[in-house]
T-cell receptor
Framework: GDSVTQMEGPVTLSEEAFLTINCTYT??????LFWYVQYPGEGLQLLLK?????DKGSNKGFEATYRKETTSFHLEKGSVQVSDSAVYFC???????????FGAGTRLTVKP | SQTIHQWPATLVQPVGSPLSLECTVE??????LYWYRQAAGRGLQLLFY??????ISSEVPQNLSASRPQDRQFILSSKKLLLSDSGFYLC????????????FGPGTRLLVL
């Protein structure tokens, strides 16, 4: 079945460092891909999404490109801030599923 | 966009007591609704989903149950809580099954002692 594998954490970076969180997927169809962010004690918020190959989702300085050839949707940010400290979830949804498939989450801590 | 409300925000319950968590949705009609559980430091586990009033699908056999008495209301229940039921419970809503973006509520933190 469809699944998502994302980079294990935790990830600790200094402020203004470059961030990459890897995410790869397995799907039989053509899924939509998502990144969600969860700040401490809160629910998940949609960060960005891409619905077809070569689409780039972007929001708040974060970017991810839907790469069909490598089945990947890596999250990147050029310069992280302390306020970016959170858990990041990669996810996919497909018309063949009734639910969304989530990765295990990657905890990011940014130190000043 | 959709707004998801959940309550209570935090709950501490003794083992063997009943449970009722409520989720309501604004900003959409006929949503698909989901209950997830997130254990401490872990990913999301889908518990139940519903594509309509009275229609509940269970993903994981357990002592929890779900009901959907109204279009935009989703309730998670238990008759007798277990220690292992502790966790962070998230309700989500999607306008379209499968390919739609899911929007999440703020969550309920449940501690069973």
């Amino acid at each position: 079945g469809d699944s998502v594998t994302q980079m294990e954490g935790p990830v600790t970076l200094s402020e203004e460092a470059f961030l990459t969180i890897n995410c790869t997927y397995t799907a039989t169809g053509y899924p939509s891909l998502f990144w969600y962010v969860q700040y401490p004690g809160e629910g998940l918020q949609l960060l960005l999404k891409a619905t077809k190959a070569d689409d780039k989702g972007s929001n708040k300085g974060f970017e991810a490109t839907y790469r069909k050839e490598t089945t990947s949707f890596h999250l990147e940010k050029g310069s992280v801030q302390v306020s970016d400290s959170a858990v990041y979830f990669c996810a996919l949804s497909d018309k063949n599923n009734n639910d969304m498939r989530f990765g295990a989450g990657t905890r990011l801590t940014v130190k000043p | 966009s959709q707004t998801i409300h959940q309550w209570p925000a935090t709950l501490v319950q003794p083992v063997g007591s009943p449970l009722s968590l409520e989720c309501t949705v604004e900003g959409t009609s006929n949503p698909n609704l989901y209950w997830y559980r997130q254990a401490a430091g872990r990913g999301l586990q889908l518990l139940f989903y519903s594509v309509g009033i009275g229609q509940i699908s269970s993903e994981v056999p357990q002592n929890l149950s779900a009901s959907r008495p109204q279009d935009r209301q989703f309730i998670l229940s238990s008759k007798k809580l277990l220690l292992s039921d502790s966790g962070f419970y998230l309700c989500a809503s999607s306008a379209i099954a499968g390919v739609g973006t899911q929007y999440f509520g703020p969550g309920t933190r449940l501690l069973v002692l």
